[in-house]
């Protein structure tokens, strides 16, 4: 074959610009949340003059390494309307950035094993409806109506004793999403530069006025801090610490099959949660590894116990065979809430502590983050997730609904 | 999976042990004189390095004793083992997490302690 043959390059969705010397905002990591984070001060605060530095490329984190789980169904009121308020926004999004970044709406079940799980489930079913937040709690038989290649015989280690299902919830390809951003930001001036790996800030004082990268000093009146599991690392370069714990989540995906599962099923007692991709592929994640680490991947026990779960549980699927395996960097909070505020540097914030299932937030935490970075005051809905709250008591413990799962 | 060298059992599996976060960090000595932002500093806030970390460890399916533990957060590389109590063994003060390690319980090549 002679080159002749091969097809015109696609078009570029975005730039490759060199770092100018100075911008009125820097956002350092080029994941969901530093990409959303920009098109929001760009399009709702008109700061264009804004860059993101990203030290590997675009969505090379966690962004493109979950399991694209959306749903808002989360316990407590300050929790339920952001993850809600992020729903709302993923509902518009690939209108209002012109992509079809394939938003599923299918549903999310939330499986039940043991006494305590029904009724932390029916609870939180009682909370979302309180939130408009939709949600219904389901007997066994409806668990398999909706689902009919679950297991919900009294055969297994956990039979399933019902579940929490959000009908709105679903999931979408991650890495479009990545993609739709970048284009609109691109088109609204951002200027977004790979390989440019924040090594320091620059202070005057206790205020922030520059930052180092391996491509030079950059000047910027305000710095965001979006580098999700380097947060801490990049908090001790500026002198703060963070109240995160780094650990490697990891997951899965098997070959491609015929469409056999219709919704997203998630089960943080037996640690597995299953959907299948557009493509066919069934993608699993599994639960943290217990310890701290920065390596990109995981302990393969952990990724046995979530097999032998999603087999126990989908026996369908003991002959599909795993394709690959990964694991990305999750930053963990004790509350399992995220931090979006002020920090004890002038003029620099922070996104962080999204953990195990930031990538729902995506559209909400740019929106407040921007918002919080353009005012220098939290938007109503990330004003509860300030990093102060871990001194004053007010922790927002989302363990049932978030724990192990997303 | 990692193979981790208890001190008293040799190399075990992973899955035999428990994590326990951060080494060294004592309960403060006079809890009731602590600021607010002090109780928080010793409940949330622990180190999360970036390079050789000191943890602890529990063998709980095995000798069920504590043990702290030298390793790398990024290649996972198991440095040294030490009893609670004692200093770290790679320096000689405690406070940063950044400085090469220079080994003195020196883990073998299989793993092992003794
Ligand atoms: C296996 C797995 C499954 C998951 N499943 C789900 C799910 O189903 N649903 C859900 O809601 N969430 C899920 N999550 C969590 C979600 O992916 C994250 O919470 C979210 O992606 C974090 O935000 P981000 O996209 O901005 O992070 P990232 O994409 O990790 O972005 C951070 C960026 O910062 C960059 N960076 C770091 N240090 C520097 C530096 N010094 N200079 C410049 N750049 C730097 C990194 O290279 C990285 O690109 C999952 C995570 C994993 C790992
Ligand atoms: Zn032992």
Do not use: R
């Given at each position: 074959m002679t080159t002749e043959h091969l097809p015109e390059h696609p078009d570029f969705l975005w730039r490759n610009p060199d770092p100018k010397k100075s911008y009125d905002a820097v956002i350092v990591g080029g994941g969901g949340h530093g990409l959303a984070t920009a098109y929001y001060l760009a399009k709702?605060?008109?700061?264009?003059n804004i860059a993101i530095l990203e030290k590997g490329w675009l969505a090379g984190g966690n962004m493109a390494r979950n399991t694209t789980i959306i749903r808002s169904?989360?316990?407590w009121d300050e929790s339920a309307a952001i993850y809600e308020h992020a729903l709302k926004l993923w509902e518009i999004l690939p209108e209002e950035l012109e992509y079809d970044f394939l938003f599923s709406q299918r549903g999310v079940m939330n499986l039940a094993h043991t006494l305590g799980d029904v009724r932390e489930s029916v609870r939180r079913v009682g909370a979302n409806k309180l939130n408009g937040v939709d949600a219904e709690w389901l007997d066994p038989q409806q668990v398999k109506e909706l689902c009919p290649i679950l297991n919900i015989n009294d055969n297994i280690r956990y039979p399933v004793m019902g579940a929490t299902y959000q009908p709105r919830a679903g999931i979408a390809k991650h890495d479009h999403v990545a993609w739709a951003f970048a284009r609109k930001c691109d088109e609204l001036g951002v200027d977004i530069i790979q390989n440019c790996e924040v090594t320091g800030f620059v202070k005057d004082g206790n205020k922030v006025v520059g930052v180092k990268t391996n491509r030079g000093t950059i000047n910027t009146e305000k710095v965001g801090l979006?580098?999700?599991?380097h947060s801490s690392v990049l908090a001790e370069m500026a002198g703060f610490r963070l109240p995160i714990q780094s650990h490697p989540l990891q997951a899965l995906v098997s070959e491609l099959h015929e469409p056999v599962h219709p919704t997203v099923v998630m089960s943080n007692h037996v640690h597995v949660y299953v959907s299948q991709a557009h493509k066919g592929e069934l993608v699993m994640g599994a639960g943290v590894d217990s310890y701290n680490g920065y390596g990109q991947r995981g302990s393969f026990h952990v990724i046995e116990h979530q097999m032998a779960a999603a087999v126990e549980l989908f026996p369908i699927f003991a002959r599909a065979h795993v394709l690959r395996t990964w694991g990305g960097i999750v930053d963990t909070t004790l509350d399992a809430s995220p931090i979006v505020g002020t920090t004890p540097v002038e003029n620099m914030f922070v996104n962080c502590g999204?953990?195990?299932?930031g990538f729902k937030g995506t559209p909400a935490a740019g929106l407040t983050f921007a918002h919080t970075i353009a005012t220098g005051e939290p938007h109503k809905l990330n004003k509860p997730f300030a990093l102060e709250r871990f001194e004053t008591g007010a922790l927002i413990d989302e363990h049932g609904a978030a724990a192990v799962a997303h | 999976m990692l193979l981790i060298p208890c001190p008293n059992c040799g190399p075990r599996d992973e899955t035999e042990f428990h994590y326990g976060g951060?080494?060294?960090?004592?309960?403060?000595?006079?809890p009731a004189e602590l600021t607010d932002r002090e109780w928080a500093e010793y409940l949330f806030y622990r180190d999360n390095t970036k390079g050789a970390f000191a943890e602890r460890w529990l063998h709980s399916t095995g000798c069920r004793q504590w043990f702290n533990m030298l390793r790398d957060?990024?290649?996972?590389?198991?440095q040294a083992v030490y009893p609670m109590g004692q200093p770290r063994p790679d320096k000689e003060n405690t406070a940063t997490g950044t400085t090469a390690p220079t080994v003195t319980t020196p883990v073998s090549p299989e793993g092992a302690i003794k």
């Open positions: 709702n605060h008109g700061m264009t169904n989360y316990l979006c580098a999700a599991g999204w953990g195990t299932g | 951060q080494a060294h960090v004592a309960y403060p000595e006079n957060t990024v290649t996972y590389d198991i």
